[in-house]
């Protein structure tokens, strides 16, 4: 039960080149996410899915799109790449069930430098 | 806005002593979750409250939800070199609770 795969688990990217992180899950949930994650910054959202789609914003797309490929799949883009979004990005899905709190299961991340 | 404050940031301490970590808000929530972070991974879900009053355990960790629902508290008895990692609280946005909340983490070593 492979869960949340991402892909690539690292890349080097060098200023204003593209890049598509590829995320896919087999639990057969509704919502999917991508955030980022750097020191001292915790947890932050980028896009979000909730569910086939649709996608929205979350507190710092600037710089990304998302495409919801299907069910399984959340692609994240970056255009054209920035030293500051040199970052770990993590996917996340979770299962919709009526109006409760469900949890969120996370990928292992790509950790992509920008230079 | 909405938001969960973490203490303590980090935390040092010997294998077999018993830790204890928190996470606070002025907003409610009415779900708590705590996650685990390995170095390299993503966030692991350790435990969920849905409940006030709630006391939950998982193993050798143990979570309880705040009866004010403004904060949840996480114990980790007679720790283990592999519980170092980051530990995370996270709840529901009130507005939308298909997003989380996220606090900023306890980051714990344990020296063997």
């Known amino acids: 039960n492979a869960g949340v795969t991402q892909t690539p688990k690292f890349q080097v990217l060098k200023t204003g080149q593209s890049m598509t992180l590829q995320c896919a899950q087999d639990?057969?949930?509704?919502?999917m996410y991508w955030y980022r994650q750097d020191p001292g910054m915790g947890l932050r959202l980028i896009y979000y899915s909730a569910s086939e789609g649709t996608t929205d914003k979350g507190e710092v797309p600037n710089g990304y799109n998302v495409s919801r490929l299907n069910k399984r799949e959340f692609s994240l883009r970056l255009e054209s790449a920035a030293p500051s979004q040199t970052s770990v990005y993590f996917c996340?899905?979770?299962?919709?069930?009526?109006?409760?709190?469900?949890?969120?299961?996370f990928g292992d991340g790509t950790r992509l430098s920008i230079l | 806005g909405q938001q969960l404050n973490q203490s303590p940031q980090s935390m040092f301490i010997q294998e077999g002593e018993d830790v204890s970590m928190n996470c606070t808000s002025s907003?409610?929530?009415?779900?708590w979750l705590w996650y685990k972070q390995d170095p390299g991974e993503g966030p692991v879900l350790l435990i969920a409250l849905y409940k006030a009053g709630e006391l939950t355990s998982n193993g050798r960790l143990t979570a309880q939800f705040g009866i004010t629902r403004k904060d949840s508290f996480l114990n980790i008895s007679a720790s283990i070199p592999s519980d170092v990692g980051i530990y995370f609280c996270?709840?529901?946005?009130?507005?939308?609770?298909?997003?989380?909340?996220w606090g900023l983490g306890t980051s714990l070593a344990v020296n063997p």
């Open positions: 996340a899905s979770r299962r919709r069930q009526g109006g409760s709190n469900q949890p969120q299961h």
């Open positions: 639990m057969n949930h509704n919502s």
């Open positions: 907003s409610i929530f009415n779900t």
């Open positions: 996270a709840g529901p946005h009130a507005g939308n609770n298909r997003k989380l909340i």
